[in-house]
């Protein structure tokens, strides 16, 4: 059993390199790869030149210029435990910056800065020596001592020297290549553009935090699945014991009246509900039970009420005699609708499942054995059959655990409910590479890890399955 | 099977879960009382520092009254038409507006944010130093209560109003403006799609407290634009933070404005659904009379329409497809108003005629082609057959409603004989009976029109034009294409003709999209259109200060655009609203609906209280 686990567990590294190996290349073959729906996420065509430059800028500091594999390796570099340092993290080290001011101080022109322009000189020199990999003491000698506009020549000839060979065609595309207009730009400026893409350091690989980098949007990654994880979870977990606990026992029922009108009718409600599209009913529940025209029983869509904040946690009757439904209520009542959106479509393949395991079951020798020594039908039913045919719907739960956690995008969307299935369909709209990453290797981890435990359970369930 | 899992275990393990449930809702509930707590204690702590402030200022000798009828006085000049507002017999304080989003909104750090709907959250709470009026388009006083150009239109000096306020009670003065700016250009901040506007600013200096001069680098007619649009944030509150915490802090939204967020900027986060800004106490100028403003995050069209038919948004935008049923629905009429609208900030349709293809002129080099092609589509029928009535037929790429427009100019009509004879002396005609017109040298007029492929309208729209063309024996060919490829075509210039939407500002830089020098290096000239004229006048008119000198630049170049017709021009798109019935004071002006901090609600038809 451990070597089987530990074998699986070394196979589930390549699996998984191969799953976001195929998620990231194709969405970098597609027409305009990452950088392609910029202006598209704006809503219109943005006027005029800066649009582009915006573009530019992006595709700089996101790397979207470079080869697809270079921006893959330098993704599993991010997300990986052990790897290359970034310059970025070397320069925004406070102690290599202070050392940098102390630095600054050191020389006679900086008598006439103030601390801000002081941290920003050490700040750029920082900057400058990772980028050019120059020692910062000779960046800040240049800085200092120079004419702003001999620096700023000086650090665009070290750039087209540098080892980097493609900065002079990166700096073209800037237009800053102009030896003329690039004079004539602030030190700061210069800076700028420079600092817009982040060098990997290939040094000895470090142990190091791994970090699913930042959205477009200008936030970590993981604190955008940490706020929309919590929704999804919420939903999942009230909707699938839900799930269970109809689908069971009909499954059950239907079995033992196999052919009957319960069998049959259960049948045929389940696989038509089965059927019928989320988007549709979604639409419908809204359009009829949370509607002013018709039933307006629940509300449209979201979490809480607008003056959720201001209630009670429980149902009270506040000091006037007016009745509040509470935070507890509230809550519950506008999970109603998604939750029922969850659900419907889930009743078949369980009950199917349970009522299929329960007929095999009957029909085995144990089953016999025990009416043939007079047992009860029904304590034949429930006490002999049902332990054995509940095995398989054990491993249909563990395979359902990744579909908890990814959530779902049609429901979500209808009742603007801020989960997972939301954060990864706007990020795939938008091409949000590392969003659509993020989600994708947990998403692909769990599903990995539940096909493990799946495979053990069913070993510890039934003692038949061995795998050693 | 001696652990047979029976009735009790069972019994057993529900009572368990029932016990961690409870266990769970029990720590909510009391993380629901910390919080509420913690709010009370913040608002208290805000309540005494202004208690010492005001004890300070008593004891100092300073007479409060005084100031404050000063700053009273000149409050009101700078907000005028929040004291119109006051000015109604029925005027009451009071009651909320709720608003409603289509999309999330991740962010509300100014600078850094880019979200769609940022800025009409920001637009409530942060303050500019000069604002245009939404009726008449002039520049009015804001944070600056006056201001004066230099001759040569390089050098603006502002200065402050005393009275200003941030929301928590510090003034607003010249260092504050300083340090937005300076803020804005730190290349750490993340604020690439801001700064690229302020690349002409040379520098922003502060003389003494209450003024502020501007230096461009150049002339540039947007200049003052570029200035005064500048959001002023407080420097006292944003030195705190360090470059990377501002970058990724989602909710640093503070500034001077008549509504404030609700709560601590700094904790706030996104993703509850909802934002709620509170009318800010300590603000300047006249108190607004809404209580709050809060925007709802809806993201489905029906779950948005039935959420405003239950009365639990105040505003609903109407598409077009949905125009014709819900403008007579009774249900709706009864409880709201009906606004329909022309915006100098909505933008127009057009047609691009490609006139180079793979270095050679194209069949619509020819403004004769392109001014037939004009007149073949019948674009009054379109406004209302396609567009349900919403939509004017445009005669260039200015708003009919702004100065930069000649009202002389009228679009050209709908007249395919005059079309068919312009093609003919264009040398088109159908010379070998086949149905389809040709030039001398045999080649048949046939091109493909480019759309996206996602939207229906232009779908239908290009079907229409398909009809119009084929009875004047030209083929076109619909050429639906998905967004990135479309943009992937646009830059290598490699289509026929394209349809598409530009957006609007209240006077726009044609620059990009009309002057040779945009044709190549990625410019957004991608028809290729050449003029001498045009170029010219887009120069001057560019470098002209002079607003009215400029204007007349303008009207000029409308007038060639209309002659020579690199677009065709198709419609200025009107906006649908409706608005809860219980707000007074909406008015339509010339870039929407005026703002909600104007609006109020008579005392007995308010619904929602504090």
Not at chain 1, 18 to 23: D, H, M
Not at chain 1, 419 to 438: P, S, T
Request: negative net charge; glycine residues 8%.
């Amino acid at each position: 059993m451990l070597t089987y686990t530990v074998r699986r567990l070394l196979l589930m590294v390549p699996t998984l390199l191969g799953v976001l190996a195929v998620v990231f290349f194709t969405m970098a073959m597609a027409p305009g790869g990452f950088s392609g729906s910029q202006l598209n996420a704006e809503g219109a065509q943005t006027q005029g030149e800066e649009a582009r430059r915006i573009q530019q800028y992006f595709a700089r500091r996101y790397g979207y210029d470079q080869p697809a594999y270079v921006q893959f390796g330098r993704w599993l570099n991010l997300v990986s435990p052990v790897g290359f340092k970034m310059a970025s993290e070397m320069k925004n080290d406070p102690a290599r910056l202070a050392e940098a001011e102390q630095g600054v101080a050191g020389f006679p022109a900086a008598a006439a800065l103030n601390e801000r322009q002081r941290r920003r000189v050490a700040d750029t020199a920082l900057d400058a020596a990772y980028y050019l990999g120059l020692p910062p003491a000779d960046v800040l000698d240049r800085l200092l001592t120079e004419p702003p506009e001999a620096a700023a020549a000086w650090f665009l000839e070290e750039l087209d020297a540098s080892e980097d060979a493609t900065w002079s065609a990166k700096l073209a595309a800037w237009s800053v290549d102009d030896p003329e207009a690039a004079r004539s730009l602030m030190l700061e400026r210069v800076a700028f553009e420079v600092t817009g893409r982040d060098r990997v350091l290939l040094s000895r690989p470090t142990l190091k935090w791994p970090s699913l980098g930042d959205s477009r949007r200008g936030r970590p990654v993981l604190d955008l699945i940490a706020e929309a994880l919590p929704v999804t979870l919420l939903l999942n977990v009230i909707s699938f014991p839900l799930i269970y606990l109809v689908a069971v026992p009909t499954g059950l029922l239907a079995a033992s009246r196999r052919g009957g009108w319960f069998d049959t009718g259960s049948g045929v409600l389940f696989i038509a509900l089965w059927s019928f599209p989320v988007m549709f009913a979604g639409v419908l529940l809204i359009g009829y039970l949370a509607n002013v025209q018709f039933l307006r029983w629940f509300p449209t869509g979201g979490l809480h009420d607008l003056r959720a904040d201001r209630m009670p946690f429980l149902p009270t009757t506040l000091p006037g005699g007016t009745w509040t439904r509470g935070w507890l209520l509230d809550t519950v009542w506008h999970l109603v609708l998604p939750v029922v959106c969850m659900m419907y479509g889930g009743f078949a393949v369980l009950s199917k499942l349970t009522r299929g395991s329960v007929l095999d079951n009957l029909s085995q020798d144990y089953a016999r054995t025990a009416r043939a020594k007079g047992v009860p039908e029904s304590d034949v039913l429930w006490f002999h059959v049902m332990r054995n045919s509940l095995l398989p719907l054990i491993t249909v739960f563990v395979g359902v655990l990744p579909a908890m956690i990814a959530g779902s995008v049609i429901v979500e969307t209808i009742f603007s409910l801020p989960g997972m299935g939301k954060l990864g369909v706007e990020a795939a709209f938008q091409k949000d590479r590392e969003v659509i990453m993020g989600t994708t290797l947990i998403a692909s981890l769990l599903t990995l890890v539940a096909l493990l435990l799946r495979d053990l359970l069913y070993a510890v369930a039934d003692p038949r399955v061995s795998y050693d | 099977m001696n652990a047979r899992f029976g009735v009790k275990d069972f019994f057993v393990f529900a009572l368990l879960l029932a016990v961690l449930v409870s266990v769970w809702l029990g720590v909510k509930a009391r993380d629901r009382q910390w919080t509420l707590l913690q709010s009370i204690d913040d608002r208290l702590a805000e309540n005494n520092r202004t208690l010492t402030q005001l004890n300070r200022t008593l004891s100092s000798g300073v007479r409060p009254v005084a100031a404050a009828t000063n700053g009273t006085a000149a409050a009101t000049a700078s907000h005028p038409r929040i004291d119109a507002a006051h000015a109604f017999p029925d005027f009451a304080e009071g009651d909320w507006f709720i608003d409603v989003f289509a999309q999330t909104v991740g962010k509300l750090t100014p600078h850094v944010s880019t979200d769609v709907y940022q800025n009409v959250v920001a637009s409530y709470v942060v303050e500019t130093l000069a604002d245009r009026d939404p009726d008449t388009l002039e520049w009015a006083p804001s944070l600056a209560e006056s201001w004066t150009i230099s001759d040569d239109g390089l050098t603006i000096r502002f200065e402050l109003n005393p009275a200003a306020r941030f929301s928590d009670g510090t003034p607003v003065t010249a260092a504050d403006v300083v340090y937005s700016y300076e803020l804005l250009m730190n290349p750490k901040i993340d604020a690439p799609r801001i700064r690229v506007y302020y690349s002409k600013v040379a520098s922003v200096v502060a003389d003494g407290d209450h003024a502020v001069v501007f230096t461009l680098s150049e002339p540039y007619f947007l200049g003052f634009n570029i200035c005064a649009g500048l959001e002023i944030l407080p420097k006292h509150y944003y030195e705190q933070f360090s470059e990377s915490e501002f970058n990724e802090t989602p909710g640093l939204l503070m500034g001077s404005g008549p509504y404030r967020l609700d709560g601590d900027p700094a904790s706030w986060t996104p993703g509850t659904g909802k934002i709620e800004l509170v009318r800010n106490d300590n603000f300047w100028g006249p108190a607004p009379a809404l209580d709050r403003v809060v925007f709802r995050e809806i993201s489905d069209g029906t779950a948005r329409l039935a959420a405003f038919r239950n009365q639990e948004i105040d505003r609903f935008g109407v598409e077009a497809a949905q125009y014709l049923t819900l403008k007579d629905d009774e249900q709706l009429l009864d409880q709201s108003n009906l606004y329909e609208y022309e915006s100098l900030t909505g933008g127009y349709r057009y047609i691009g005629w490609n006139q180079v293809r793979d270095g050679e002129p194209s069949i619509f080099a020819d403004v004769r082609v392109r001014r037939a092609l004009t007149m073949l589509a019948d674009r009054q029928e379109m406004a209302e057959r396609l567009e349900a009535g919403l939509a004017t037929v445009a005669s260039g790429p200015f708003h009919p409603l702004g100065d930069q427009a000649d009202p002389s100019i009228e679009p050209w009509p709908y007249d395919p004989d005059a079309a068919n004879a312009l093609l003919k002396e264009a040398g088109w005609e159908d010379r070998d009976g086949n149905g389809v017109i040709e030039d001398a040298d045999g080649r048949e007029m046939k091109f493909k029109l480019v759309y996206p492929a996602s939207s229906n309208t232009y779908q239908q729209m290009v079907f229409y034009l398909k009809d119009a063309y084929a009875r004047a024996g030209i083929v076109m060919d619909p050429d639906p294409l998905e967004w990135t490829i479309m943009l992937q075509r646009i830059d290598s210039r490699d289509f026929d003709a394209i349809t598409l939407g530009w957006g609007g500002t209240i006077e726009s830089d044609p620059m990009q999209i009309f002057h040779s020098d945009s044709i190549e290096g990625g410019g957004d000239n991608y028809v290729s259109y050449r003029s001498d004229e045009a170029d010219r006048l887009i120069t001057e008119a560019r470098v002209t200060v002079d607003e009215q000198a400029r204007m007349a630049l303008w009207q000029k170049l409308h007038r060639v655009l209309h002659d020579d017709q690199p677009y065709t021009f198709l419609f200025n798109r009107k906006a649908v609203v409706f608005v809860d019935q219980r707000f007074s004071n909406v008015q339509v002006t010339k870039t929407g609906l005026n703002r909600a901090e104007e609006w109020f609600v008579p005392g007995d038809l308010q619904r929602y209280r504090d």
